[in-house]
Nanobody, 122 residues
Framework: QVQLVESGGGLVQPGGSLRLSCAAS????????MGWFRQAPGKEREFVAA???????YYADSVKGRFTISRDNAKNTGYLQMNKLKPEDTAVYYC????????????????WGQGTQVTASS
């Protein structure tokens, strides 16, 4: 079992930045790939970014060049640095973990956090 807890969400003006954290506990975090997803009201949960155990990264086209995913295996923590935020980035952001390589579909992930709200609005 892996338990995931997100933090770092909040309200930011368009063009601003936030850094989300995902603290993991349980099994060895370094063995798992980690992903970030988001869900806006009335929409399906969508892929944002993923990182493998060896730090290979993969991004959705909508965030490429603005968001950066990273991890610190010594701290059992993953991160999502979000820059140049847009109103359309507003959503609940979830981190997820899976045993294996990077993946972009929700059903490919075994463990999920509870989510953290990100709002980009003036």
């Amino acid at each position: 079992q892996v338990q995931l807890v997100e933090s770092g969400g909040g309200l930011v003006q368009p063009g601003g930045s936030l850094r989300l954290s995902c603290a993991a506990s349980g099994r060895t975090f370094s063995s798992y790939a980690m992903g970030w997803f988001r869900q806006a009201p009335g929409k399906e949960r969508e892929f944002v970014a993923a990182i493998s155990w060896s730090s290979t990264t993969y991004y959705a086209d909508s965030v490429k060049g603005r968001f950066t995913i990273s991890r610190d295996n010594a701290k059992n923590t993953g991160y999502l640095q979000m820059n140049k935020l847009k109103p359309e980035d507003t959503a609940v952001y979830y981190c997820a973990a899976r045993y294996g390589g990077v993946a972009s579909r929700t059903y490919e992930y075994d463990y999920w956090g509870q989510g953290t709200q990100v709002t980009a609005s003036s």
